[in-house]
């Protein structure tokens, strides 16, 4: 069975940072392109960010990008999300999926994936 676990959330001043960290077992994200979504309360997932399983390329929503770092370590079947000056905006509980597709277009970035995490809630206070 394929899980995917996320840690690394938690409360957080206005212009702090925070990494989040998504384990994986049961499956091997070397290959996989890895997303990170956010839900922010009482909104839609929104993608937030992606790193593609060939050529490491990667994408970020306008809302994040400057501030984010997405990466991975694949010796350690580990993916990241390095978050800086972040911003009561930023709020939400945080997803890491994996195995699909992710592009960024006019609307944004959109990712269709097939295997999540429960999320890690941040929150960041004023």
């Known amino acids: 069975q394929s899980h995917l676990t996320e840690s690394g959330g938690g409360l957080v001043q206005s212009g702090g940072s925070l990494n989040l960290s998504c384990a994986a077992s049961g499956l091997i994200l070397d290959s996989y392109t890895i997303a990170w979504f956010r839900q922010a309360p009482g909104q839609e997932r929104e993608a937030v960010s992606c790193?593609?399983?060939?050529?490491?390329?990667?994408i970020y929503n306008d809302a994040v990008k400057g501030r984010f770092t997405i990466s991975r370590d694949n010796a350690k079947n580990i993916a990241y999300l390095e978050m800086n000056n972040l911003q009561p905006a930023d709020t939400g509980v945080y997803y890491c999926?994996?195995?699909?597709?992710?592009?960024?277009?006019?609307?944004?970035?959109?990712?269709?994936?097939?295997?999540w995490g429960k999320g890690t809630p941040v929150t960041v206070s004023s």
């Open positions: 999926a994996a195995h699909g597709s992710c592009s960024k277009g006019e609307d944004g970035v959109s990712a269709d994936l097939e295997y």
């Open positions: 790193i593609h399983g060939t050529g490491r390329a990667t």
